[in-house]
């Protein structure tokens, strides 16, 4: 078989993938283990939850520990994979033309009979299945573990679960690559993602409560990927659909400014 | 004047400009099929700004540009297709072997027999499954190479190609070059240091701060270059013999040793150093900014003053 951009990309960060992997598994392993003991402390936990504040409840997230909707969509999917998936998404897509035009090795692939957009797309689409890859990892430790700690849910809104997360990755990733294919350089790609991220992140917990603030979630990919909630509603057909749209703009954005400027000076 | 093919690569009023700072003053360049074109200037002259205008790496701010006959901005992939590129910086960061890239690098141009890879490999005498990022400036440059020239291409473009490489291995990459002319292919590199293209240059461009000063066949222009020679005489001689030799400048006697510049043969100055014993006779060339500057700068006034 023909070597191309796409597989070279992979097999370059095969082993970074393998690394991610074992972390995504181990993490998502580790917080769905303490469900049983959550449930069996889960009416005290009910109890001490309804002491706090309200509006904390809410802004978390956190609907009810006592459930294990509740407590997954709180811990795994509420934080610890979308933290882990948005940071590798977003250094894969910042690498993928920046970091390469830094390193000096973009120039050499470009010397070569490829077009500069189907260098974007191939990375892209090499660090969409990367992600992807990650998203699976999640939904199969959830589903070969699932038995064995009690977490007993519907397949498909795991997957539909699973599915949100990868594509917030893949919306903060897309902001990095088209940014870093804009610009060549790594620091504004990170930059960019890292603030869209976080604002995101914090304006749709925010948004939960402080109701000025609603608008900030419209920004948020986080917003569209988790609410209505896919764990208890699994998946949602139109916000599916407008968060697999966004990298697709943005790596055509980035094509089209990539394909516009000088590389590597 | 005979009809010449035409021209491999060609530019005509060829400037670019990055932001406020111009890079390149209007560039006039002409390669013919077949020859071996030695890209000469200081650092920071412009060489590597020209050749990757050529490949469609950076864009021309103004003027012509045809590489094989196209124009690189709206038909790159062609012309790389019909091109290898040695970059003047190679820097991998993969743990790969080399033997990977350049397979990889030789799918994307529609595969290249492993047989000329290794062949190419073995008279570098590069070792290929060593991992990328291990290598050193003089094997990176190796690897660079052996892509440049192992899907044998219409044209080369070599960026600095002798830079990290020992002599003997330059004496192997000069022969590449001969046998690449002698195929018909045509050879267009960029270097820093005269000595590097005048054994195989046929002709060769002079670009010094973004323009070009000159475009000479190699014969005249090594007539041109001047070295810096320095002779050690057995006993004291007298400055006025050598004064006013042919070729002869910035001429410096103290006791027995003489210093000068010689512009063009040495003969005049030989000769009349052999009256004397020789203990001692070194020659360098200056490096091409002080050759050049002093030469062309001169003509350019001689020009304006006319």
């Known amino acids: ?265 | 004047m005979h009809a010449s093919p035409d021209p491999v690569i060609e530019t005509r009023g060829l400037t670019k400009d990055y932001g406020s700072r111009r890079a390149l003053f209007g560039l006039d360049l002409r390669v013919r099929a077949g020859e071996v074109f030695g890209f000469l200037g200081p650092n920071g002259a412009g060489k590597s700004t020209t050749i990757r205008i050529l490949l469609d790496l950076i864009r021309r701010s103004a003027g012509e540009v045809l590489v094989l006959g196209r124009d690189p901005r709206t038909d790159g992939v062609e012309i790389r297709r019909r091109v290898g590129y040695l970059p003047g910086d190679l820097v991998f960061a993969s743990r790969r072997p080399a033997r990977d890239l350049l397979a990889y690098l030789g799918d994307l141009r529609g595969g290249v027999p492993a047989a000329q890879v290794d062949a190419l490999a073995e008279r570098l005498d590069l070792d290929l499954s060593r991992p990328l990022r291990s290598l050193s400036k003089g094997n990176r440059q190796k690897v660079g190479l052996v892509q440049a020239f192992m899907h044998r291409p219409e044209l080369l473009v070599l960026d600095e190609p002798t830079s990290g490489l020992d002599p003997l291995l330059q004496r192997e990459f000069l022969a590449m070059v001969r046998e690449a002319r002698a195929d018909g292919r045509t050879v267009f590199m960029s270097s820093h240091v005269l000595s590097e293209v005048q054994d195989v240059a046929d002709r060769a461009a002079v670009l010094r701060g973004g323009r070009l000063v000159a475009t000479e066949d190699m014969d005249a222009l090594r007539r041109r270059a001047a070295r810096r020679v320095r002779i050690r005489f057995a006993a004291p001689v007298a400055a006025a013999e050598f004064a006013g030799l042919a070729g002869v400048r910035d001429l410096d006697v103290d006791g027995d040793a003489v210093r000068c510049v010689v512009d063009g043969s040495p003969d005049a100055l030989v000769k009349q150093a052999a009256r004397h014993t020789v203990l001692e006779l070194d020659s360098a060339e200056p490096d091409l900014e002080e050759l050049f500057f002093t030469y062309y700068t001169d003509q350019e006034e001689v020009g304006d003053a006319a």
């Open chain 1, 1 to 265: 078989m023909r070597r191309n951009v796409f597989g070279r990309f992979l097999r370059d960060h095969l082993r970074t993938l393998v690394g991610w992997s074992v972390g995504v598994a181990a993490v998502t392993a580790l917080y769905s283990a303490f469900w049983p003991s959550m449930r069996d402390s889960g009416d005290a936990m009910d109890a001490y939850l309804e002491s706090l504040p309200e509006g904390l409840m809410e802004s978390m997230g956190w609907s009810s520990l006592a459930t294990v909707e509740g407590y997954l969509g709180a811990t795994v999917f509420g934080l610890l994979t979308p933290v882990l998936l948005v940071i590798a998404a977003v250094t894969l897509g910042a690498r993928a033309i920046a970091g390469a035009e830094e390193a000096q090795e973009l120039e050499l692939l470009l010397a070569h009979p490829v077009t500069r957009t189907a260098v974007l797309v191939q990375r892209s689409a090499a660090a969409a299945v990367f992600v992807a890859v990650l998203g699976a990892v999640v939904f199969g430790t959830l589903l070969v573990l699932g038995p064995a700690i009690d977490v007993d849910l519907p397949v498909d809104r795991l997957l539909a679960a699973c599915v949100s997360v990868t594509l917030i990755a893949l919306v903060y990733g897309a902001v990095a690559l088209a940014v870093g294919a804009a610009t060549g350089r790594r620091a504004p790609a990170l930059g960019a993602a890292a603030v869209l991220a976080v604002v995101g992140y914090l304006g749709n917990t925010f948004a939960r409560q402080v109701a000025e603030l609603e608008w900030l979630r419209f920004g948020s990919a986080f917003h569209y990927a988790m609410d209505p909630d896919p764990l208890l509603h699994g998946f949602d057909l139109g916000r599916t659909a407008l968060l697999l749209a966004v990298p697709v703009v943005l790596a055509a954005l980035g094509a089209l400014a990539f394909t516009r400027r000088d590389v590597g000076v």
